[in-house]
């Protein structure tokens, strides 16, 4: 009977805290939402089983070696660390696991140290993080292969869709500003938890992943969650706006062919763009500068090998390795808590706020140009490649069955990555 009784007790089951019960149902709704519905499978499915493994009681799969050895160890090895510590051996076991997160390296080598002697190793998932989303690297190997995939003719064919794309970034400061509202509603968000939350606006995952490792890593989940959510409700969320905004004359505007765009300007243009921005705002150009190097490998048709590898085998591998890395973050005691509503809520209103103000500026712009705008493309000024744009299409095909707007809305669109990038950069320098 005791032999069972020390099975039971070392089983997964015996350990699940009600919290971990949740996140594994999370998980589940994330991996359904992914197979049955299709919303953003890629990093989806990846999330969502990065997230069961995470929540495995003993498993210890998103956890440090030390973490593991805090929290499971025997009374002797958390006396010896917190000797390292230079704590009481009674301190208790969050108390020695919060003065170890924040110790020096020195400290932190000391207590690795003990903990491997007595058999813990890094998980898995808390290795993926460290390598690739502690040093920022998945999210800009990301950026490079989507711009190795994205042609800029259309933006370059008309140069006015750059402020449809900037406009539409509105969503994000709106965000922040909302973030931070909510602290007199009992939350607490600090200026980098708020610029980390208003990034959701961008619809852009990876530049969303990217800024909040470097500004909010414990919302990592949630932020992450909400934006590839809100990027694969793009058809639900978007027409209702645009509709709301545009009189039913204004979507059936036809626009001129876009003019043929040179090889040379496609091959200068990733060039001249990194060097302008770059030099006003340095915290862009990890993404920006990725973006560029892909979009220069394959304009420039001299290195077709390294385009095929950074636009597919590449891209997909980094994709997995995301997803997982992700995934290690949706834990009970970082996700199931009131912040992550605000964040739900913010990251709607920021997707929302970016596409009116979008169409808004492209109404402005019909106004004022010689040459016909139709509003419905500035909604895609919201960097959810090419989805925005094929809902842009075919909101105006639905006023007008001969009206093809995608490649007119693919400039806005290819703007909003820029858009993005740029924003991501203010808030590094505004909040980091």
Not at 15 to 32: F, T
Not at 56 to 64: M, V
Not at 386 to 412: E, I, Q, S, W
């Amino acid at each position: 009977m005791d032999k069972l009784q020390t099975l039971w007790h070392s089983t997964g089951l015996f350990h699940m805290s009600g919290g971990q019960l949740v996140m594994l149902l999370v998980c589940l709704v994330l991996l359904w939402l992914a197979i049955h519905k299709k919303f953003e499978p890629l990093l989806l499915l990846p999330i969502g089983f990065g997230g069961l493994l995470a929540n495995i009681p003993l498993a210890g799969l998103a956890e440090s070696a030390i973490s593991q050895a805090l929290h499971f160890g025997p009374a002797e090895l958390l006396g010896s660390m917190a000797q390292v510590l230079g704590m009481e051996p009674g301190a208790g076991r969050e108390a020695l696991y919060t003065a170890a997160q924040s110790a020096g390296p020195s400290v932190q080598d000391q207590l690795h140290h003990l903990a491997g002697n007595a058999n813990y190793g890094d998980g898995i998932l808390y290795l993926i993080y460290t390598v690739g989303l502690t040093t920022g690297i998945f999210p800009l190997l990301i950026f490079m292969g989507v711009g190795a995939m994205t042609d800029f003719g259309p933006l370059l064919a008309n140069p006015r869709t750059l402020l449809l794309g900037a406009a539409a970034q509105f969503g994000i400061f709106a965000a922040l500003m909302g973030a931070l509202a909510l602290n007199f509603l009992g939350l607490e968000f600090s200026l980098s938890d708020a610029a980390a939350i208003g990034i959701i606006g961008g619809a852009d995952g990876p530049t969303s992943i990217y800024v909040t490792t470097k500004l909010a890593p414990h919302l990592l989940g949630a932020i992450a969650v909400a934006a590839y959510s809100y990027m694969a409700l793009v058809p639900i969320i978007q027409p209702p706006i645009i509709r709301a905004l545009t009189s039913e004359k204004e979507r059936q505007i036809k626009m001129e062919q876009l003019r043929p765009v040179s090889r040379v300007e496609k091959i200068l243009f990733p060039i001249l763009l990194l060097v302008l921005v770059a030099l006003v705002l340095p915290d862009a150009a990890p993404l920006l500068g990725m973006f560029c190097l892909g979009n220069l490998m394959k304009e420039s048709g001299v290195v077709n090998r390294l385009v095929d590898t950074t636009s597919n085998a590449l891209i997909n591998v980094v994709t997995i390795m995301l997803g997982l890395a992700v995934g290690s973050k949706l834990s009970a005691d970082k996700f199931l808590v009131m912040e992550t509503l605000g964040i739900l809520a913010l990251g709607l209103a920021a997707f929302m706020i970016g596409t009116a103000t979008g169409v808004l500026m492209a109404k402005l712009l019909n106004r004022v140009s010689r040459h016909p705008v139709n509003p419905i493309i500035g909604a895609a000024g919201v960097s959810a490649v090419p989805m925005a744009a094929r809902v842009a299409n075919k909101v105006g095909l639905d006023a007008n069955p001969h009206n093809f707007l995608l490649m007119h809305a693919m400039g806005p669109n290819v703007a909003g990555v820029i858009g993005s990038a740029v924003a991501a950069g203010v808030l590094l320098n505004f909040a980091g």
